[in-house]
C-alpha cells in the first residue's frame, strides 16, 4: 500500500494504558502495510523523570510535562489520551478544536455532560475510543458468526468481566478508587468494555435494571455491579463487573446463546472460542473449542502462521492498524467518540437504575454497525 504520509503523534500519559499505546505505535507497520507512518513525537507526563524513562524505553523524541502545551502544537497531528479519565475531556476538546485527529482510552468521560461535550468539540475530527477488545481475532470472528445468521434468533446474552485486586490494591491512594479521577469504578473501567462487546454483537440495549455495591469501607468508588437488560431485539442480557471475584485475574467473558447456536468467550483463553453449531446432526452438536489464529480468522495471517498464539498488545496493534486504514479512506472508524458516548449513556442509566431501585428505558437506542 503506497503511504499518505507521516503523522506526528502526541502521547498523554505514560502508565499501563501509555506502554500498550507506545508498543502499538512502534509495532503497526511490522505486522501491516499500513497507509501512514507514525512518528512518535511528544509523550507528555507530570512526572518528568518517568516519563522520561518511558520515552526513552519507547523511543519517543520529546518529553514534556504539561498538555496545554502539546494539543495546539502545527507539528502534532495525532493526540492520544491515556490519562485519569477526568482529564480525557478537557484534552479532548482542546485537541479536537486545534483539528488534531483524538484517540482517546475509555471511558469516554466522567461524565455523561463531559462526553456530550466532546463529541460536539470532535464534530469534523477522526476520532477512535481504545475499546481495544473488539480486535481481539476470537471476538472479532463471533461476530462474523452473528452477523452471518449462524446463531439464529438471539436468546440470551451474558457479559462477565470479573477481576479479584480490588480487596487488595496495590496503591490504595490509585487514582482509579479515587472519585474525582475515576468517575466510577468498575462501571467505567470494567463494565464499560462488557456494554460495548454486547452492543456490537447483539444490538442496543432497550432498559435494564441493575444493583451496584461497595464492599470496601470507606472506598467512594463501586466496587460491583450486576445488571439485568433487555435487547432490542428481544433478547434477554445479564451482565456482572466486579474486582472481588476472588481467583479471577482478568476474565472477560460473553455468552450467547441463540435459537441456532451458541458462542462463548474468555480473555483469559484469548486465542479460543467455543461454538456449539445447532444445525449439524444432534450426534455432533455440543460446544466445540475452536482455536482462532487462523487460517481463514481475522486479523491473524498478518502476526504468526496458524496455531501461533497471539497476546493482548495485539489487540491494540489490530485497533490503529483499522484505524489507520478508516482514515485513508475517509471513513469512519467504529467505535469512535459518537459510540463511546452511547455506552456513557448506558453506565449513566446503570448508577440511576441502582439508586432509584427500578427498570430504566434507554431514551436513545445505539445505532451499531460493523468496525
Known amino acids: 500500500m503506497p503511504k499518505q504520509g507521516t503523522l506526528n503523534v502526541a502521547m498523554i500519559g505514560y502508565g499501563f494504558m501509555g506502554r500498550a499505546h507506545s508498543n502499538a505505535f512502534r509495532q503497526a507497520s511490522a505486522f501491516f502495510d499500513t497507509p501512514f507512518d507514525l512518528r512518535l513525537k511528544v509523550l507528555c507526563g507530570r512526572d518528568e523523570a518517568k516519563a522520561r524513562t518511558i520515552a526513552d524505553m519507547w523511543g519517543w523524541q520529546e518529553v514534556v510535562r504539561h498538555w ?6 502545527p507539528d502534532i497531528d495525532v493526540v492520544d489520551i491515556c490519562t485519569p479519565n477526568y482529564l480525557h475531556a478537557p484534552i479532548a476538546t482542546a485537541a479536537a478544536q486545534a483539528g488534531k485527529i483524538v484517540l482517546c482510552e475509555k471511558p469516554l468521560a466522567s461524565t455523561v455532560e463531559d462526553a456530550e461535550r466532546m463529541v460536539e468539540a470532535a464534530r469534523g475530527c477522526k476520532t477512535l475510543v481504545w475499546f481495544n477488545y473488539r480486535r481481539v481475532p476470537a471476538v472479532r470472528f463471533a461476530w462474523e458468526l452473528v452477523q452471518d445468521g449462524r446463531l439464529g434468533d438471539i436468546y440470551h446474552y451474558r457479559g462477565l ?14 487514582w482509579r478508587f ?17 456494554l460495548d462487546l454486547a452492543q456490537w454483537l447483539n444490538g442496543p440495549i432497550r432498559r435494564l435494571c441493575s444493583n451496584v455495591r461497595v464492599f470496601a469501607e470507606r472506598r467512594q468508588v463501586d466496587d460491583a455491579v450486576s445488571v439485568l437488560a433487555e435487547f432490542a431485539n428481544g433478547s434477554m442480557g445479564t451482565f456482572e463487573a466486579t474486582r472481588f471475584a476472588m481467583g479471577n485475574q482478568n476474565r472477560n467473558c460473553f455468552e450467547i446463546n441463540g435459537s441456532d447456536g451458541a458462542l462463548e468467550f474468555n480473555l483469559e483463553k484469548m486465542n479460543h472460542l467455543q461454538f456449539n453449531d445447532l444445525r449439524q446432526e444432534p450426534s455432533l452438536q455440543g460446544r466445540r473449542e475452536l482455536l482462532v489464529t487462523g487460517p481463514g480468522h481475522p486479523y491473524v495471517d498478518r502476526f504468526w502462521p496458524p496455531g501461533h498464539v497471539i497476546g493482548y498488545e495485539h489487540t491494540f496493534i489490530a485497533t490503529l492498524v483499522d484505524f489507520l486504514e478508516a482514515l485513508a479512506r475517509g471513513e469512519r472508524f467504529r467505535p469512535d467518540f459518537s459510540d463511546a458516548l452511547e455506552i456513557q449513556r448506558l453506565l449513566d442509566l446503570v448508577s440511576q437504575s441502582s ?15 460493523a468496525p
Open 68 to 73: 496545554e502545551s502539546v494539543v495546539s502544537r
Open 161 to 174: 468481566y470479573l477481576q479479584s485486586w480490588g480487596r487488595t490494591p496495590g496503591d490504595p491512594a490509585a
Open 178 to 194: 479515587n472519585p474525582d479521577h475515576a468517575g466510577s469504578g468498575v462501571m467505567g473501567d470494567l463494565l464499560s468494555h462488557s
Open 355 to 369: 439508586q432509584r431501585g427500578c427498570w430504566l428505558e434507554s431514551a436513545q437506542l445505539a445505532t451499531v454497525s
